[in-house]
């Protein structure tokens, strides 16, 4: 009867101290949490960014790159209007003279 009384009480108690364990490690879960959260809305605050130097001016640097040759754009005639020729803008001009 002892015997089991024992074994009852040990059972008894090992169940405790995992209960325990359990919320104390929940405690610390969410306090880790909360500290996380708490740590990110610290984060989001915008904050003044400063101003540059202006102690020297700029002087931009030469582009070493070539300027765009333009081309006259190809517009899409379309087949279906059946357009055999077309004029170009000085001669159109010359007709209606």
């Known amino acids: 009867m002892l015997n089991t009384y024992y074994s009852r009480y040990q059972v008894a108690e090992k169940l405790s101290l995992a209960e325990q364990y359990k919320l104390e490690k929940e405690r610390l879960q969410k306090l880790e949490e909360e500290e996380e959260l708490r740590r990110l809305r610290k984060e989001l605050i915008p904050k ?35 357009i055999k020729s077309c004029m170009s803008w000085s001669d159109l001009y010359a007709e209606l003279q």
């Open 48 to 82: 003044a960014q400063p101003l540059p130097y202006f102690d020297r001016p700029f002087i931009p640097r030469r582009s070493t790159k070539h300027p765009t040759i333009p081309r006259e754009p190809k517009f899409h005639l379309p087949q279906h209007k059946k």
